[in-house]
């Protein structure tokens, strides 16, 4: 998956903006994806 929520380039409005370090909700909702996914999986 590819998450663009926090992508920047350099014509942007405000280039200033940076975003760094990983993006805790994306990996909230991957973790949940996969915890899902193997409930799934266990109960068949």
Request: aromatic content about 6%.
């Amino acid at each position: 998956m590819i998450d663009f929520a926090h992508s920047t380039h350099s014509k942007m409005p405000n280039p200033l903006v940076t975003h760094e370090g990983p993006d805790e909700g994306y990996l909230f909702g991957l973790e949940n994806l996969i915890a899902h996914l193997k409930e799934i999986q266990r109960t068949g």
